[in-house]
């Protein structure tokens, strides 16, 4: 469904085919850039009445290679948005700098602009005008000559198409998001950037975006995201990279930062109530599950799954039933967060 969007994002011999676009010189250097760099970026936010403001960002510093899917997450009030909003030219950063495909933001505000289609986390329109309107303004705001628009193309492409002619403001929440990747899209940027892009989307609807994000990354397209839902994360991503209060805690290929964690998880019932904590020395973490159950984390270099389960027999319970689970993204983004600042 995406390829007809992302046919005229690609890059071929390192030529843009983009309309608009022409005039956009890539050097090589330039190719050889990262889809975005982030270096040293500072923001605070102007305080109201003589309060001190809020630094919302303290020195982020990271890349995001060309051609993959990039995860940035962080818990509420990380930075996240700050950052994409930064690229968007929304929001003017207090220090450091960013360059998007290349062009620096400050420099070359224009050729970055160009670079980069972002789907903001607040979803913003002028109720009055209609799907099909939204896409050919949007154009006309990029000089996109009118018989070099795709408005239709993308309409389709979001599977919009049956609504082309509705007020915006009658669109269903999925809807909106959908009609905010294409207009992201409308100018055809290399890299697409999505802020939450399924908070509050049902599950048919979020198996869509992602199956369209994906396939924009596999024509070419640079993304970065960001959600709360670490499954998808881990699922979607190339590499992640993590902050927290305004500074970044990780940065990695997804497989390694899942594999950072050595800890295994291991889910036991027993036959009768547990009625005193279950200590031992390698135990990491043991929580209640029920009466008769507790999930134990244990390091695997420290000990087996057997150990663990001759531990709990000690403490004079007979094992009923057993499941074990690798730690999964989710265990290590709860562990990084919840470490503060300084972790790897
Ligand atoms: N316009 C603003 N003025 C003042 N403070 C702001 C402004 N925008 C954001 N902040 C603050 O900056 C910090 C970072 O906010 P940001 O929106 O970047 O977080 P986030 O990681 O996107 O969070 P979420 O997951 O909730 O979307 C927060 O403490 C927030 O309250
Ligand atoms: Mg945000």
């Known amino acids: 469904m995406a390829g007809a969007i992302a046919r005229a994002a690609c890059f071929r011999n390192g030529a843009c085919l983009l309309y608009g676009w022409r005039r956009l010189r890539l050097t090589a250097s330039c190719m050889t850039e990262p889809a975005i760099r982030i ?21 982020v510093s990271f890349d995001v290679p060309r051609g993959q899917i990039f995860g940035l997450l962080g818990p509420n009030g990380a930075g996240k948005s700050t950052i994409i909003n930064i690229l968007a030219g929304l929001v003017v950063k207090t220090d450091g700098d960013a360059s998007i495909w290349g062009f620096d933001i400050t420099r070359h505000p224009r050729n970055a602009k160009r670079s980069i289609g972002i789907v903001p986390q607040e979803i913003v329109f002028d109720p009055f005008f209609t799907p099909f309107e939204v896409l050919e303004n949007q154009a006309g705001f990029y000089g996109i000559p009118k018989g070099e628009r795709r408005s239709e193309e993308l309409l389709a492409a979001v599977r919009l198409s049956d609504k082309r002619d509705a007020y915006a403001r009658t669109l269903s929440g999925g809807m909106k998001r959908r009609l905010l990747i294409a207009k992201a899209l409308v100018h055809s940027p290399p890299i697409l950037v999505l802020d939450e892009p399924t908070a509050g989307v049902d599950v048919e609807l979020r198996r869509q975006l992602w199956e369209l994000v994906t396939e924009l990354n596999a024509q070419g397209v640079t993304v970065v995201l960001t959600t709360h839902y670490l499954e998808e994360a881990e699922a979607l991503c190339d590499r992640i990279a993590i902050i927290n209060h305004g500074e970044l805690i990780a940065d990695k290929p997804t497989r390694e930062l899942v594999e950072m964690t050595r800890e295994k998880v291991v889910r036991i019932s027993v036959d009768r109530d547990i009625d005193a904590p279950l200590r031992e020395p390698f135990f990491r973490k043991v929580d209640a599950i029920g009466e008769r159950t507790v999930e134990i984390t244990y390091d695997r270099d420290e000990a087996t799954a057997g150990q663990v389960l001759a531990l709990v027999q000690r403490h004079g319970y007979a094992i009923e039933d057993v499941t074990t689970r690798e730690a999964d993204l989710e265990d290590v983004f709860v562990r990084l967060t919840s470490m503060g600042a300084g972790a790897p």
């Open 39 to 59: 270096d040293n970026l500072v923001k605070r936010y102007a305080g109201s009445r003589g309060e001190e403001g809020k630094l919302a960002l303290k020195g």
